[in-house]
């Protein structure tokens, strides 16, 4: 670490100003805790489900690494934190609470429309959605779970309000409220049957995000679905161009072809420019 610590103190060129996105287990990676603790706070496993924000992990290997603290600069991950957080539980509480098949019928009977994924054979046997499908979903299932469920667990269907950040803190602090009533209707379920706690660690990163927000901006800007999609622009889409034999060296290939052509396109852009600020000038 010595190298980064001394970019830190006395600066250093980049290549660029991106940074590095990670997901749960990645962001456990880079602050070297064990899985079933936070890589932001002090939280084990049994403390995933409390409803309060525990202190920030602020004195391990990176005490003396400048303003480098993982407990501000590993950032909220919305597509795994929470739109895959969503579908993992909240949608799996309502299938255990109503039923997969009187979710699904409830799903396909929706008049189809422009834009919006359209569920003709329901959700309840799907094991994978795309960023895109996530949201459509969040915003169905609400309606969709009306009268099949108390109004205790309806409450329970977690919206991240955009007004404030007080109504991000209020809407978890609701959740928490009223939690029991998921247990008490069956919602948490595991292998080998009923869970009777919300050891979750997305649920427990969910208390960092109005300090994150305040800290490093939009959490939005943070989404690993950026790098997710690169498993199709930088893998899927190549194999697919390739003759299908020895496809490793054909992608990287057509990788490098890519990368050429933008920082041509990037060249051109900026000589017109350069050229339009000179006839402007001869002008003048």
Not at 72 to 98: A, C, E, G, R
Not at 105 to 120: D, F, I, K, M
Not at 160 to 165: C, E, G, M, S, V
Not at 230 to 239: A, E, F, L, M, S
Request: with cysteine; charged share 20%.
């Amino acid at each position: 670490m010595r190298n980064l610590k001394l970019a830190t103190r006395d600066g250093c060129p980049m290549s660029d100003p991106r940074g590095d996105l990670s997901d749960y287990p990645e962001q456990l990676l880079i602050a070297c805790t064990a899985s079933k603790h936070s890589p932001i706070s002090l939280a084990i496993a049994a403390q995933f489900g409390d409803p309060l924000l525990h202190p920030p992990q602020t004195r391990p290997y990176w005490k003396d690494w400048g303003d480098a603290c993982p407990s501000f600069f590993l950032t909220p991950d919305s597509l795994h934190q929470w739109h895959k957080f969503y579908f993992d539980h909240p949608v799996n509480w309502s299938i255990n609470i109503m039923g997969g098949a009187e979710l699904n019928h409830r799903l396909s009977a929706l008049q189809p429309r422009v834009g919006v994924r359209h569920w003709a054979n329901g959700i309840s046997m799907l094991k994978q959605l795309t960023g895109c499908e996530h949201q459509d979903l969040e915003k169905l299932l609400p309606g969709m779970i009306v009268g099949a469920v108390s109004d205790e667990v309806a409450s329970q269907n977690l919206f991240l309000y955009d007004k404030t950040l007080h109504s991000l803190s209020e809407a978890l602090h609701e959740f928490h409220y009223y939690k029991d009533f998921i247990l008490t209707a069956g919602g948490r379920r595991g292998k080998n049957g009923p869970l009777n706690h919300f050891q979750i660690p997305k649920l427990e990163l969910m208390q960092h995000v109005v300090r994150s927000t305040r800290a490093m901006g939009a959490p939005y800007q943070w989404s690993s679905n950026i790098t997710e999609h690169c498993h199709i622009t930088h893998v899927k889409q190549p194999y697919c161009l390739s003759n299908h034999k020895d496809f490793h060296g054909q992608c990287c290939h057509f990788l490098n072809w890519q990368e050429k052509l933008h920082f041509f396109q990037l060249y051109m852009v900026l000589k017109s420019r350069q050229g339009s600020k000179h006839d402007g000038a001869s002008l003048s």
